[in-house]
């Protein structure tokens, strides 16, 4: 907490920021949508839901325990980002440990089923239609909160001056993933020297945030170690995403077909389907011929005609994927990109469904090549994987039990919990 002009000062900045966001957003939309898509647009922005979509416990605000500010990106819609799936189970560790939470997406943004996940939890919600906004949600309730994360740099960056400014909870930078780490090997593989600049500002940013912060946290080791080889000495936590065994048993006999899951929306799975159905599949149809690819995720119309084969199936977004990782025989995870940890793999092996991953995806998965997972870099040596484990029942079968232990030994519910406990202040 700070002194009242200070606090003033970064209020004005705060909401002067936001004004300039708004109007650049405005123009963006204006552009890309016309007229007449940008005024719907911003009337679904700006319209609650229907009513019997927000009763319930996430417009209650009666709180009982601590009170944890938690803003993220966007309100978690785990149906499309495995991003989603991490921050769901977060919250709701959360309000299991006794904390009250009141939720912020940064984009002010509630869809349906979000607003039914956060009501079932008891999440009180800011920033959305028809709630308080968060400058002035903390001039009323600041001094009533006990936490704060913030999660993802950008996020992070926009809002924390102001919560510094209006609460003296210890403030948790969540970063997801190291967002520098993920354009910079973008920037490497396309040699863009202009994404690479980006990156480096990104880097700047995020070691800033970090030493503003009281605590960091990271989802992997390979993320804690890079850190400290860089200088890091504050606070750092590993709280990697959340998973938990969904299925005791899984039968070889029963599985045909290939599966990539990922949006879009998100560079390196673009990446990832370019060079799966550019250098890649070639090879399997040599190989295996008549394998089928399903690739399950969001995707544009457009884009999704472009890549539809006799042998790729493109779903895009599907309500639930578990029928996909049930009856799917492999999981591909060929990204050349990006960082943090892959939900893709960790939601896979918590089916029972082998992996077929790069090295840049198996990174701070605890993988093992050969042991709970296959691992190639090359297209012939990937393509090759595949082909032996697609007709492997035995390899198959050993690489699906190691999965699940994977999900066990790191991934799962009770070791996150155990590190919220650690990580959140106590009474």
């Not at 210890?170 to 780490?181: A, K, N, Q, R, S």
Request: with cysteine; proline share 4%; net charge neutral.
């Amino acid at each position: 907490m700070t002194f009242p002009l200070h606090r003033h000062i970064v209020l004005q900045h705060w909401r002067l920021s936001r004004n300039i966001a708004l109007a650049t957003g405005l123009v963006r939309s204006i552009f890309t949508r016309g007229v007449g898509g940008t005024i719907l647009s911003i009337r679904r922005r700006v319209q609650p839901l229907a009513d019997t979509a927000l009763t319930g416990p996430a417009t209650v605000h009666t709180r009982s325990g601590r009170l944890l500010l938690f803003i993220d990106a966007a309100t978690p819609t785990p149906s499309r980002d495995s991003g989603s799936v991490r921050a769901l189970a977060l919250l709701r560790l959360c309000r299991e440990l006794g904390w009250s939470v009141a939720f912020m997406p940064d984009n002010n943004q509630l869809t349906s089923e979000s607003a039914a996940l956060l009501g079932t939890l008891g999440v009180e919600l800011i920033g959305t239609p028809g709630q308080a906004r968060l400058d002035r949600w903390l001039q009323h309730n600041g001094n009533q909160v006990n936490a704060v994360f913030l999660c993802r740099h950008h996020v992070a960056r926009r809002h924390l001056q102001l919560v510094r400014a209006f609460t003296a909870a210890p403030i948790i930078f969540d970063t997801v993933d190291l967002h520098h780490v993920r354009l910079q090997r973008a920037a490497e593989l396309q040699n863009d020297q202009a994404l690479l600049r980006i990156a480096e500002q990104a880097r700047t940013e995020e070691f800033a945030l970090i030493a503003a912060s009281d605590a960091t946290t990271v989802v992997s080791h390979a993320e804690l170690d890079y850190l400290r080889a860089n200088g890091v000495d504050t606070p750092v936590s590993v709280l990697s995403n959340v998973h938990d065994v969904a299925v005791a048993e899984r039968n070889f006999a029963d599985t045909s077909g290939l599966l990539f899951v990922g949006g879009y929306q998100h560079h390196p799975n673009q990446e990832a389907i370019a060079w799966l159905l550019t250098d890649i599949m070639p090879l399997l149809r040599q190989q295996l011929p008549g394998v089928v690819l399903h690739l399950v995720g969001e995707i544009p119309a457009q884009e999704a005609q472009r890549l539809r084969a006799d042998d790729v199936v493109v779903h895009g977004h599907v309500p639930e994927v578990e029928p996909y990782l049930q009856h799917s025989r492999i999981n591909l995870a060929p990204l050349r990109s990006g960082a943090g940890v892959k939900g893709k793999i960790n939601q896979a092996m918590s089916h029972g469904l082998p992996v077929v991953a790069t090295g840049i995806a198996a990174e701070g998965m605890f993988l093992r090549h050969d042991d709970n997972a296959l691992i190639a870099d090359s297209a012939e040596d990937y393509a090759a994987q595949v082909v032996r484990l697609y007709q492997d029942a035995t390899l198959w079968q050993r690489l699906s039990a190691n999965g699940y232990r994977n999900i066990e030994d790191h991934f799962s519910s009770a070791l996150a919990r155990e590190t919220l406990q650690a990580l959140l202040p106590a009474d």
